[in-house]
């Protein structure tokens, strides 16, 4: 590849002015806890888009209230929500973002849940989880139409991408993981037939040239978890469903066994090349990547088609501006703000 971090870069019909991603990050700060997007999560996605970030990824957004991981997570599951997004949206385009969502269930992670649910009667561990209700065949298929309602509603606010969360041990993810899924019906047999599904029903809500993101924990840390082969394989059927771009992530399941997840920089860039190289798929790299040269070195390697940056924006909303000038990017090609240029 000789593409760097600040080309351009097209999927689809997303075209992107660079390829640095804000990866979506929960900010707990619905107050009214009734899911809609306030005045906080304005300012916060509007000034990343001020600092000149290709695509931003808004937080888990979850499909139903029982699916939020606490009551001061974003919602979608009522028409009523799509006016606060669709402004929130609004005011990313007009300093030159993207905007993608992250549509979500957490399942059994769902802490403020009465009655959490997922696929199999598995809790989570820690004293702050309740016992889940597996899911039944028919309430299965229903929550495949609720995350469907929820693509329908985003792409009414304007967004440009989707992404589904199959990762980090949420719904989708518990659902293609066998340390979560015991089930017995179709939803157990085939692993992947949950996410295949939902994904297929998303498709039909958005319009052709949209591009579908899937989220996914290239493996597992918990003893006994899957490892990467078996995440291939789960987005083999994915792709075939749908899936335009995986955003490669890892872990999330429950506590760390004997692998651990290796936590400094670029750990989880080799998982987001294998998919890239075995399923020829467009791919977003994740995982402490916030050092410009780093970024820099996953696109031009070949390694990721984007790079996703998670804390490094949450200390600095202008990381994109800042890392385009260290990497000896022009500074009329920098993004910089007018009213800010003479900062620079």
């Not at 888009?49 to 029982?66: F, Q, R």
């Not at 991408?161 to 293609?176: C, P, R, V």
């Not at 037939?193 to 994904?199: D, K, L, M, S």
Request: with cysteine; charged share 20%.
């Amino acid at each position: 590849m000789t593409e760097k971090l600040f080309s351009p870069y097209q999927l689809k019909g997303l075209q992107l002015n660079n390829r640095v991603v804000m990866a979506p990050m929960c900010q707990y700060s619905v107050t009214a806890k009734d899911g809609i997007p306030n005045d906080w999560h304005q300012v916060h996605y509007v000034s990343r888009a001020v600092g000149g970030t290709g695509l931003i990824v808004i937080e888990m957004t979850d499909v139903d209230p029982d699916g939020r991981i606490t009551d001061n997570d974003l919602g979608i599951w009522s028409d009523e929500h799509i006016p606060a997004f669709s402004r929130l949206v609004d005011g990313i385009h007009a300093y030159g973002s993207k905007v993608a969502i992250q549509i979500a269930h957490a399942g059994r992670k769902a802490e403020d849940a009465a009655r959490p649910v997922a696929p199999s009667v598995v809790t989570f561990p820690g004293e702050s989880f309740n016992t889940p209700h597996a899911l039944t065949t028919e309430e299965t298929q229903a929550m495949v139409q609720k995350f469907a309602d929820g693509v329908r509603r985003a792409v009414a606010a304007g967004v440009d991408a989707i992404e589904l969360h199959g990762a980090h041990g949420y719904l989708i993810h518990q659902f293609h993981s066998p340390l979560m899924n015991h089930r017995e019906d179709e939803y157990g047999q085939d692993l992947s037939r949950f996410g295949v599904e939902i994904i297929r029903a998303a498709k039909k809500e958005m319009p052709e040239d949209m591009p579908l993101i899937m989220r996914i924990s290239a493996v597992e840390y918990a003893d006994g978890g899957y490892d990467i082969d078996h995440t291939i394989e789960i987005s083999r059927a994915y792709q075939a469903a749908g899936v335009d771009m995986f955003h490669i992530s890892s872990g999330g399941e429950g506590p760390s066994g004997q692998r651990k997840p290796g936590n400094y920089p670029g750990y989880q860039v080799p998982f987001a090349r294998r998919f890239r190289e075995e399923l020829n798929v467009p791919v977003i790299a994740v995982g402490m990547l916030e050092d410009s040269a780093l970024a820099q070195a996953v696109i031009g390697n070949g390694d990721a088609d984007l790079v996703a940056v998670g804390r490094g924006m949450l200390r600095d909303p202008y990381w994109a501006t800042h890392a385009a000038l260290e990497l000896g990017v022009s500074k009329d090609k920098a993004a910089i703000a007018q009213p800010y240029s003479r900062g620079y």
